[in-house]
Structures are given as C-alpha cells and as structure tokens.
C-alpha cells in the first residue's frame, strides 16, 4: 500500500508560515526573474489568477493591494521541504521524495487504523513543521496520486482500497489527469473511445499496450491495483542532471554566456559530489526567446569526458568546449543549461593507477571547498568563470527572508 504527501500550495504554504498578516490573503510566488506564476493560494485561484501566467497580466490586483506577490526563495523552500521530509521518516516506513513537495510512504503487512494512521501524519507535520498537506492512500501510487489530488478538495486525506470507491472516483476523472498521461497520450485514448480513468481501467489490456506501448500498460495495470512502479531511491537513481536557468537580461556575448555556464556548472557538479555520483556526459543548450521578434536560434551540443568527473574545473573546461561548438554571434541569448548524463555512482568506478593521485587532489580540493560553502551558508569560494557579480542572475524584487538557514534573519518576537 502506498501513501501519497502532497504540500498544498507549497511555496506559498512556506511564505505564509512566517508572515501572519498573509493569512487568508490571496498570495503567489514567482519563478526566477520573477516572470511567471509558480504557487498560488486557495483565495489567489478564487481571483482566476492562474499558474504558469506572467505576472504583468494581474498588476491591477497589486496596484489595488489585492494580490500579494513574491519572488522565489528557494533556500527557504528547500529548507522547509528538508524538514517535513525528516517528520515523514520519523513514521520509519520506506519513503521515496519524489518531489520538493511530495513524497510516497510504502506500507507493508499493516494491522492499524489507515484512517488514524493519515490523520496523525497530517497533524504531525503541520505541528512541527507548520505546513498543511494532503495525503492520499492506495495500493498503488497511480491511485494514491489521485486521491491525493481529490484529498486537497475534501477533508485533507482521501483512501482508495475497495473496488467501489475506486470505480466511482475514476468516473469523474478525465484520462489527462491521470499521473503519468500526457496530451499526446490523451489524443490516443480519446481516439479509442477512452475519455475517464473508468474507461482507461475497463479497456482490453491488448489494445492498451498495442496504442500506448509499456508505459502505458503500466498505468492501466496500476488502475487495476496491479503494482508496477516501486518506490525510488530518489536521486541516487536519476541518469541525469539538469541546471538552467531564463535570464533578466538577454545576453549578446559568449563570454557573458559562459560565465552563466560556469555557475550551471560549479551547481550541478556540486549536486554530484553530494549523492556521490560522476559523469563522463554532458550536454549544453542555448537559445533566444521563444516571444520576441528577435531572430530566433537555438542549439544544443553533447561532448564526452574522457573520465568519469565529479571535478568542477573539468565540468567547466567540457562545458565551454560544447558551448564554442553551438554558439553564434548575432543573436539575442534568453536561456542556457546544462545536462549531466550517463551519472554513475563513484563506489563503482575503478580509478587508473596513474591518474590516481590526481584524482585523490581533486576529490580533496572539491570537498574543501564544499564544507566551507556549507559552513558560511553561502558561495564564499567559487571559480574565477563564474565571474565575481552575483547579483546579475536573477531580478527578485519581492524576496522574503532566509528565515530557518541565516542568523541575521531569525524572527525576533518583541
């Protein structure tokens, strides 16, 4: 049996936890360069304000202290996020954190009260962390992500176990809203006559496979309480990294370009040291707006490291060398990334004889570095490439504060 842990309206949940004057206030958080809509309230969906809109389209609501806005902190988030992670294991049932907000609990040979068992997690979590969650149960996680979606328009937890529930909730939920469907599958089932998750459960198991290939077997099995996706050991099991990021301001130079792919870089190789992977992959990406009138280009380059490197220098040196290869004067520069591939976890890798003492210096120069980082709860060492102004990244005009990770911004209760 599977349970489902779903923050409501996590970023906003967290900025209101330490904001009272928010509550019951219509809130949104913004993404990076405080462009789109990411998170909003209950009171904020009630105005129509919808995810993923730029915020220009509600400015009446701000200009009239309506709408409450802010840019994204991720720190904060993180943070938070840690510690309902850290309250979920203390129920020491096998956990997968499948998200910054989400995480599914495993139960095996259980002989309590689910209900209870549900009711206890909620309020466990919102008494030591502060953030309400909605919780769905099921054999399966494609259910349990279902109820967990039903359970945030109920009463914070829903448990789908009998035929009957679970036959009369399918019938209300459109088939692109199952976990897992996308719109181009949608358009395959709708064209089978498909068009709820009943429908999806009851359909012939062949054609399912035959039009929707083994993914899609899975997700009707699962809709038949048929387990086929087990838990995850989270990050140790991802082939791939990936850091990217819009800019403020578009960007007309290479090297203004990679100094942005230097700072990509130094934090997905330092994403690896942390899980204790390596990569001998990676792939970099660049484009110019999709919305302007500017030419548009965009291009992406795949390059080979001759050994697996969790080494940032050399994550850097590679990144540059794919970058010359794809860049072109001329254009307008709005996005760029880079992908880690192929990760492999370093217990595995056999280290040449002759590179061996290198690699020990490297391994011993990264984690220096990344203790100190850690200790001044910030990017006080970092390479030269990165470029010195760090301010340039982002435009966030409406960040809260690093509440639960910086000294300086500790809440004081007078």
Not at 195 to 213: H, M, V
Not at 215 to 242: A, D, P, W, Y
Request: aromatic content about 12%; glycine content about 4%; some cysteine.
């Amino acid at each position: 049996m599977f349970i489902l842990v779903d923050c409501n309206n996590f970023y906003v949940s967290c900025e209101k936890l330490f904001n009272p004057k928010l509550k019951n206030k219509p809130v949104v958080v913004l993404s990076n360069n405080d462009g789109c809509i990411i998170s909003r309230s209950n009171e904020a969906k009630k105005l129509n304000v919808l995810m993923g809109d730029p915020i220009f389209k509600y400015k009446h609501l701000i200009e009239n202290n309506i709408l409450e806005v802010f840019s994204s902190n991720f720190t904060l988030y993180s943070d938070i996020s840690f510690r309902i992670m850290q309250t979920l294991e203390s129920f020491g049932f096998e956990m997968e954190i499948y998200s910054v907000d989400e995480a599914f609990l495993e139960i095996k040979n259980y002989n309590f009260d689910i209900e209870k068992l549900l009711i206890n997690i909620r309020k466990k979590i919102f008494k030591w962390v502060g953030i309400p969650v909605s919780i769905g149960c099921a054999k399966t996680k494609t259910l349990a992500k279902i109820a967990s979606d039903l359970a945030k328009k109920e009463n914070g937890y829903k448990i789908l176990l009998n035929k009957e529930s679970i036959d009369l909730t399918l019938k209300n939920i459109s088939a692109i809203d199952i976990w897992g469907i996308g719109s181009a599958c949608f358009k395959k089932l709708k064209y089978l006559q498909i068009f709820n998750g009943y429908d999806y459960k009851y359909a012939d198991e062949n054609i399912i496979k035959k039009n929707l290939g083994i993914n899609g077997l899975k997700t009707f099995l699962e809709l038949n309480e048929i387990v086929c996706f087990s838990l995850q050991n989270s990050f140790e099991n991802r082939k791939s990294v990936c850091v990217s990021r819009s800019f403020s301001m578009k960007i007309k130079n290479i090297e203004d370009l990679k100094e942005k792919l230097a700072l990509f870089a130094s934090m997905a190789a330092s994403k690896l040291r942390k899980y204790k992977l390596k990569t001998d992959s990676i792939t970099i990406f660049i484009n110019t707006s999709f919305h302007s009138k500017d030419p548009f280009y965009s291009a992406s380059s795949l390059i080979k490291i001759p050994i697996q490197t969790s080494f940032t220098p050399d994550i850097i040196k590679y990144s540059f060398l794919a970058l010359n290869k794809i860049y072109k004067d001329g254009f307008l520069y709005k996005k760029a990334g880079i992908i880690l591939n192929n990760l492999i976890d370093e217990k595995v890798i056999q280290s040449d004889f002759f590179e061996k003492n290198i690699t020990d210096t490297k391994n011993r120069l990264m984690k220096t570095m990344d203790l100190i980082n850690f200790k001044a709860n910030k990017k006080v060492l970092f390479f030269l490439s990165e470029g010195i102004e760090k301010n340039f990244h982002h435009s966030q005009n409406n960040k809260s504060k690093k509440f639960t990770t910086n000294f300086e911004d500790i809440l004081k209760v007078d």
